[in-house]
């Protein structure tokens, strides 16, 4: 079997034109814009790069954007009082501090002064538990980009085995507890996972978010699975750098039923994901009607 190509940069620019026509119709019938804040602490190059890419799809979509760099001395203080402004501003509906930050502040601490409204990376705990107990929240943006490439996929997701790769709180953990609300059976596998070929070959859908270079090989693959790679790790091969994602996509590919490349798989639709998360925290600011399958 050779798997069909999820193509999630495609996917991402419809959704990417469903939050513009949204935005589009806030502005002209409610004369509201949403607004999305970032706040880049030091000059880690990689961040830099994100935010700016942040930036320029945000204003694309027609929101307003809200660049906020600070130099890698700040403050804890300093960067408090800053979130307190953005807390308050009713021009700002979305706020992301990118990580990671400068050893000298406390992430879990700057994440929680964020309003849980305007937590448009859904991790401040709040938010955390909210999805945890299967109440309405802010949804982090790469699990949100894989659950809806899933369910165009799937359509119903209900009794799948999933397995996740992984158990970090930015993707591992999210992406289970959303398997799970949408009726997979859900099991999260990590680097002290006995057997994880044998896990991972029960898999239905198969999602890779542990940050190793081409770890799941095809033997580890159930055939005709849905094989989802968050993976982006920068390699040297044949004395070139090169993207590569967590899963070895040739030999997966031959037995996958679906598969998504690395890149233009997942990562284009982490952004797009943040964009319709400030979308929603605006609607929800507002009080008006969400926008459809923008949401978990
Ligand atoms: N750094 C790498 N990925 C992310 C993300 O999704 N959100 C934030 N805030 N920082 C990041």
């Not at 050779?2 to 026509?21: C, L, N, P, S």
Request: hydrophobic share 45%; glycine share 10%; net charge neutral.
């Amino acid at each position: 079997m050779t798997a069909k190509v999820i193509d999630g940069k495609a996917f991402a620019a419809r959704v990417r034109g469903q939050v513009a026509a949204h935005v589009a119709r806030l502005r002209e019938e409610q004369g509201i814009t949403p607004g999305l804040a970032v706040v880049l602490v030091g000059e880690d190059p990689a961040s830099q790069v994100y935010v700016r890419n942040k930036h320029a799809s945000t204003i694309e979509v027609g929101m307003a954007s809200f660049e906020h760099r600070l130099s890698a001395e700040t403050t804890e203080a300093e960067l408090l009082a800053l979130i307190a402004r953005l807390n308050a501003d009713p021009a700002v509906h979305g706020i992301l501090v990118q990580l990671p930050l400068p050893k000298h502040l406390n992430s879990d601490l700057v994440i929680n002064s964020i309003d849980p409204a305007k937590d448009v990376d859904g991790f401040h705990i709040s938010n955390v538990g909210l999805l945890g107990t299967g109440q309405k929240s802010m949804v982090p943006c790469t699990p949100l980009g894989c659950l809806m490439m899933l369910r165009d996929h799937h359509g119903s997701l209900a009794g799948l085995n999933a397995v996740v790769v992984g158990r970090s709180n930015i993707v591992g953990k999210p992406m289970a507890q959303l398997l799970l609300g949408d009726s997979c059976t859900v099991t999260i596998a990590h680097s002290r996972t006995k057997d994880l070929a044998a896990v991972c070959r029960g898999a239905d859908i198969l999602v890779a978010a542990v940050g190793r270079p081409e770890m799941i090989t095809g033997d580890m693959v159930k055939p005709g699975a849905t094989v989802i790679d968050v993976g982006i790790n920068r390699i040297e091969r044949d004395g070139k750098g090169k993207l590569v994602g967590d899963v070895h996509y040739h030999s997966a590919a031959e037995v996958a039923g679906a598969i998504t490349p690395v890149p233009g798989g997942v990562g284009p639709m982490t952004i797009a994901c943040l964009l319709a998360n400030t979308l929603t925290a605006c609607c929800r600011a507002k009080g008006l009607p969400e926008p459809e399958g923008l949401t978990a």
